[in-house]
C-alpha cells in the first residue's frame, strides 16, 4: 500500500510561484511513474506532469515551459515547481502513483488547493 501526502498549495497572484511537494510512504518500485494531476471545478481532472525514476517526465500542453517536475527517489518524493501561474492554474491539485509491475495500481493523495488570484 502507498500512502501520498501532498502539501505547498496556497494562495498566490497571477505570475507568481508555488513548489508542491509529495511525500510517498510505503513501497515505491523503480518502474512506478509518479506524477501531479489537476481537477478545477466543472473540469475533468486532467495531467499536469509525470516523471519515471529514471528522470524521464512529461507535461500536459497547458503547462508546458512553466511547470517543472523533479523526483528524489532516496526519499521517495516529487516536486513540482510552478512558475508564472495563470488564474486558469487554480484546481486541486493531486499527487499520483502509477503502477505497471509487479501488479497494476494507481494511488492518490488527498489534494491541495492552488487558487490564483489578485
Known amino acids: 500500500q502507498v500512502q501520498l501526502v501532498e502539501s505547498g498549495g496556497g494562495l498566490v497572484q497571477p505570475g507568481g510561484s508555488l513548489r508542491l511537494s509529495c511525500a510517498a510512504s510505503?513501497?515505491?518500485?523503480?518502474?512506478?511513474?509518479i506524477g501531479w494531476y489537476r481537477q478545477a471545478p466543472g473540469k475533468q481532472r486532467e495531467l499536469v506532469a509525470a516523471?519515471?525514476?529514471?528522470?524521464?517526465?512529461n507535461y500536459g500542453n497547458s503547462v508546458k515551459g512553466r511547470f517543472t517536475i523533479s523526483r528524489d527517489n532516496a526519499k521517495n518524493s516529487v516536486y513540482l515547481q510552478m512558475n508564472s501561474l495563470k488564474p486558469e492554474d487554480t484546481a486541486v491539485y493531486y499527487c499520483?502513483?502509477?503502477?505497471?509491475?509487479?501488479?497494476?495500481?494507481?494511488?492518490w493523495g488527498q489534494g491541495t488547493q492552488v487558487t490564483v488570484s489578485s
Open positions: 516523471i519515471t525514476s529514471g528522470g524521464r517526465s
Open positions: 499520483n502513483v502509477k503502477r505497471v509491475v509487479p501488479y497494476s495500481s494507481d494511488y
Open positions: 510505503g513501497i515505491i518500485f523503480s518502474g512506478d511513474v
